[in-house]
């Protein structure tokens, strides 16, 4: 028993020794074996050192009480006599509940920690073999591997040695397991290890000397028949000896496991033999590896078997590394590697992902890589793979600036040193950094970060991973810019060979090019230029993650040499976060945005405004566009004011679309495709109505001053009418007058026909911007009809001459402009017309059916593919339209959701009146949405409309990523598309045709 008075003397000193528990910790201390504990200073301090030094304590007991009776004491005196045995043991007890477990199972396995020598402090593959070499089994394999682990947790844990030699001797510690394993597999089966020469090749980590505490080895392996073996039967006692390799480390035993054996990075992965001979690797390489296959093989290391065959292998697979970057897709596989594969991580997890979550051990492994594989071809020097060898060749070769590489270096070190700590606990696979407070403080203090650990190492990890998401993209292209720059005399840069390597591996076709425009960007000491310097390492890591970068690049050149002399311009993209990026997904996604922004640069404001990008309102566009059109001195400046404001509309609309399919870092693309069509066709038929309120208002000012003689409405039909424009889409419109009382009806008709033809005129002029053409062809009697009649000589002809296709065509009419009075007259007079009462008789039907096939048969262009045209293809739009526009003409009279002009609200109307079934009302909507984001796609990627897929390799690339397919995906986005309207199709024959 202890007196209270040395109670509260030991609780205290316990407490400031960082024990979070003392009254736990002073019950432990009172036991009889603790006694010299209790009454040693050196030691209470020691424990206090520890990451945990409660832990530590717990696992001290446990150890001593495992000992003999007779060894106690011993064990004891040996820790307070030796300083360096005492901080290895208690270091790792601290540090690792996993290690405390085995030492408790195995308890003179503390002696490992005892000798103190040159070849114990840095010990290579030969001295763990030999700490494996009475391993006669896989259980006694895992005691021997678990007493090599102690040693090395020791010294990591201690300081003895730092995170890279702790990672290197973890694979030499692997290298040597995998021997040990062969070697047990070869005894067990000596008939298999007659026939063949096997040899085990190490990938990722372990290959590249630095691997963690626990993770899978990965490994391929290779098999060659002994001289005068059958190659079949060799290979098949090859894989019986894999597969038993395989077994004794992975499986787990009443000791545990080692780490699982992956040999899925071998040709054809799992699906692929498990050995195959030289020859087939190099078929396989040289015929089918992807990118990634090379990567991969960056890190490869013969470490088992047979030394001559594992060298031949390295021999013959390095020349195929290092000239991947040449292969034809690799641009494309670079993108899609580039793009953080997170998809599998929960929501919730992400933040806390050492590995790959935003500024994790994965964008450092991948930078080097890449560079590695671009600039290795030339520099062999660059040919390690092991991480921080490889950056530190990279500064020494001039590929990333030295600061750069520094700083990332020493983050790499942190998170890596934290992946440590958080494995060696429980010597559990995991890359997740803990919650909990206790974790935390373990964590920290295990890490040297002893004030306030909780909160020092969450900064820490916070300010490591945000240099690394910093210099990710800084160390590709930093380089670059100082490649175009006048350096210091002797100061090593990129050279011009290496930069256009780069450059075009990172996805530039034109390298020359870009580095030209990169020098008249950034070259000179002006503020502009030290400001462009800054931003262009992101801008150029944000055109390289589109389809076409060089079009990025030229664009964003252009818009400085516009606004270079503009003060806020450079300020916007340098303090506005969202305004850079948005300006490097607009630049880059093709052809209308850009044009028009250059047509407009100031626009570029538009992309620092959070609430920029929202369209604008049919009423706020017709006050602006009067307004200007009223402040112009004649019809023709009024309408090139009025196109002015639909320019800048047309780029907030084109923008707004590409930001919200592109997303950006911070903020994820919508994925409600319905939303985004909706909001593009809502935004271009307000666009085009308020432009022609604002043609009419300017043609009838310069002809007539404030009034015209008649009353006069335009009406939209088709798209335009239906709200549903895409950025091409010509306006279909009709025209209708109503003479004022007192004029004569000649006099009216005589001002209504001027004015339509000077509006036809005054909108047709040549111009540079997107043409909006106005198309009267729905007209009574079409061409040979007069463009403009009263609204008594539209009642007269759909009394007497309409027939069925004019009734359906004005399904879709609404006013869009003039008199508002007189539009919704026009709208009285029709819809007796478009909904007939007690709906359409089978005279009509057929009639309908019988259009429609014509339709198919005959305006379908030649040579075009009805798989993927978009408008009259197989299950596109006119399909679902004129399904649903049946629908509404058979039961709109009836059913009041159906009298609509907009195709969806209509489709949903129709289920809701349970006139069609869910499955077939969502297979019409996701295809009429998917077709009509491919001809909005398409025009801003062409910069002109178009209805089918373009033929141009970046274009449909380009058109992929906006639909929100990943590089190299381009093949799923058609399979998709016929896919869907196939479907789509299927469901057109039931319901329009009656199949």
Known sequence: MTVPGRRSST?????????TDPSAAERLLDLPDLAPVRDDSVLLDALGATADPDLALRGLVRLVEAQPDDQRHGLLSTLIGAKPLRDRLLGVLGASEALGDHLARHPGDWRALAAYESADLHPGVAEFERGLA???????????????????????????????????????????????????????????????????????????????????????????PVDGADEGKALQAATRLASHLMRICSETTVEGTIWPVDANLRPEGRNGPLVRTLSSHLAYYQRWAKTWEFQALLKARAVAGDPELGAAYIDAVSPLVWQAAERENFVADVQKMRRRVVDNIPAAQI????????????????????????????????????????????????????????????????????????????????????????????????????????????????????????????????PLLDAVAQLAPGERRLSASAARERLEALGYADPASALRHLEALSSGVTRKAAIQRTLLPVLLGWFADSADPDAGLLGFRKVSDALGKTPWYLRLLRDEGAAAENLARVLSAGRLAPDLLLRAPEAVAILGDPEGLGARGRDHLEQEILAAV??????????????????????????????????TEDRPAEVDAGALVDRVGDAVTDLNAATLAGALRAVVRAGWGDELPTRFAVIGMGRFGGHELSYGSDADVLFVHEPREGVDEQEAARAAGAVVAEMRRVLQLPTTDPPLLIDADLRPEGKSGPLVRTLKSYEAYYRRWSLVWESQALLR?????????????????????????????????????????????????????PTLHTKLGRGGLSDVEWTVQLLQMRHGWAEPGLRTTRTREALAAAHAARLLPTEDAQILD??????????????????????????????????????????????????????????????????????
């Open 11 to 19: 609780f205290t000193r316990l407490l400031r020794h960082g024990f």
């Open 134 to 224: 009475d391993a006669t089994d896989a259980v006694s394999l895992r005691v021997a591997y678990r007493r090599c682990l102690l040693a090395i947790a020791a010294r990591d844990v201690c300081g003895t040695i730092d995170v890279a030699e702790t990672a290197a001797e973890l694979a030499d510690l692997a290298t040597a397991t995998l021997r040990a394993a062969l070697a047990i597999a070869r005894t067990a089966a000596p008939a298999d290890a007659a026939q063949c020469r096997l040899a085990v090749i190490a990938m990722g980590k372990c290959g590249g000397h630095e691997l963690n505490y626990v993770s899978d080895v990965d490994v391929i392996f290779v098999g060659e």
């Open 351 to 478: 933040e806390r992902e050492l590995k790959l979550g935003p500024g994790g051990l994965r964008d450092v492994e991948f930078a080097v890589q890449l560079l590695q594989l671009v600039h290795g071809r030339s520099d062999a020097t660059l040919h390690s793979g092991t991480t921080l060898d490889a950056l530190g060749a990279l500064a020494g070769g001039g590929y990333v600036g030295r600061a750069d590489a520094a700083q990332l270096d020493e983050a790499y070190r942190f998170l890596r040193a934290m992946e440590h700590r958080i494995q060696l606990y429980r010597l559990r696979r995991t890359h997740l950094v803990p919650e909990g407070e206790p974790d935390l403080r373990r964590l920290g203090r295990s890490l040297g970060l002893r004030t306030d650990p909780v909160t020092e190492v969450t900064r820490e990890w916070r300010r490591h991973a945000g240099v690394v998401r910093r210099l990710h993209e800084k160390i590709f292209y930093r």
């Open 630 to 663: 009223g402040r112009a001195d004649d019809a023709e400046q009024a309408v090139a004011a009025a196109r002015g404001v639909r320019r800048r509309e047309l780029f907030r609309t084109a923008a707004g679309d590409l930001i919200a399919s592109y997303g």
């Open 813 to 865: 009419a609404a006013p869009m402009a003039g008199d508002a009075g007189l539009g919704a007259r026009f709208i009285d007079l029709i819809d007796p017309l478009r909904y007939p009462a007690e709906g359409l008789g089978e005279d009509a039907v057929r009639e309908i059916r019988r259009l429609k096939a014509r339709m198919e048969s005959e305006r379908l262009p030649r040579g075009a593919d």
């Open 926 to 995: 996701d295809a009429w949405i998917l077709a009509t984001r491919v001809r909005n796609g398409v025009m801003l990627v062409r910069g002109r409309p178009g209805d089918t897929f373009p033929s141009d390799g970046r274009e449909l690339a380009a058109l992929a990523r906006y639909l929100g397919y990943g590089p190299g995906h381009v093949g799923d986005m058609l399979d998709d598309y016929r896919r869907i309207t196939r479907r789509a199709r299927a469901v057109v024959e039931e319901l329009f045709y009656g199949a």
